[in-house]
């Protein structure tokens, strides 16, 4: 017995019960592959699904670096990442406030090599700021 799809709370998963129902003809390796995405491929429409990620600024690494935890359960989990601060290239979405991001504002994104799954991720300073700012008061 088949739950109705109007159950499914979660759009991405949505997407994916609708897709099997409609193509019973295609694999599902063959349905699944077309909505896997490697970490070359993370576009500014991930932006969306880059904000469910719980995200936490744990220290200050350098003057242009921080240490960012990242877990995000339905695509990866960082416990402490380096984070560069840059000027961004593209528009996008902060993964702290969910605020606009337009291309050259400062922000902050991972810097570790190979790229990682959250490399489209991008944190504006001013949050990354503002979190340390109000670490190093509480612990006065």
């Not at 994104?109 to 799954?117: N, S």
């Amino acid at each position: 017995m088949e739950a109705p799809a109007a159950t499914v709370k979660d759009p991405r998963w949505k997407s994916i019960v609708r897709s099997l129902a409609q193509s019973r003809s295609q694999s599902p390796e063959r349905i699944l592959s077309d909505r896997l995405t490697t970490p070359t491929a993370i576009t500014a429409s991930n932006d969306v699904d880059l904000r469910h990620a719980k995200v936490d600024v744990l220290e200050r690494a350098s003057p242009s670096t921080v240490i960012i935890s990242w877990h995000d359960p339905t695509r990866c989990s960082y416990r402490f990442q380096l984070w560069r601060r840059l000027g961004s290239t593209r528009s996008g979405v902060c993964a702290l406030s969910g605020t606009v991001i337009n291309a050259g504002d400062i922000i902050y994104k991972p810097v570790t090599k190979p790229p990682p799954l959250n490399a489209a991720a991008m944190i504006l300073a001013t949050e990354v700021e503002s979190r340390l700012s109000h670490e190093s008061l509480g612990h006065c």
